[in-house]
Nanobody
């Protein structure tokens, strides 16, 4: 069983930055593919970005150039650096352990709220 705990959400003005963190445990982290998803009010959860165990990184088109995913295998951590934030980035952000090299989440964190004010 994999446990995921997110942190780092909050309230920020448009154009600002936030860094989300996700601590993972329960499986050898270096062979885990990790991702971030988000769910805005009234919308379905959507894929944001992934960093696969192969090192390949994948981004949704809507966040390319503004959000950056990274990982620290020694600390079993995955990060999401969010720059140039927009009000439409407001959502609950979820960390996920993915199935293989895919955009499908196998295990999920509890989520962290990100609110971007205009």
């Amino acid at each position: 069983q994999v446990q995921l705990v997110e942190s780092g959400g909050g309230l920020v003005q448009a154009g600002g930055s936030l860094r989300l963190s996700c601590a993972a445990s329960g499986r050898t982290f270096s062979i885990m593919s990790m991702g971030w998803f988000r769910q805005a009010p009234g919308k379905e959860r959507e894929f944001v970005t992934a960093i696969y165990w192969t090192g390949i990184i994948d981004y949704a088109d809507s966040v390319k150039g503004r959000l950056t995913i990274s990982r620290d295998n020694a600390k079993a951590m995955v990060y999401l650096q969010m720059n140039s934030l927009k009000p439409e980035d407001t959502a609950i952000y979820y960390c996920a352990a993915l199935y293989g090299v895919s955009r499908r989440g196998e295990y999920w964190g509890q989520g962290t709220q990100v609110t971007v004010s205009a």
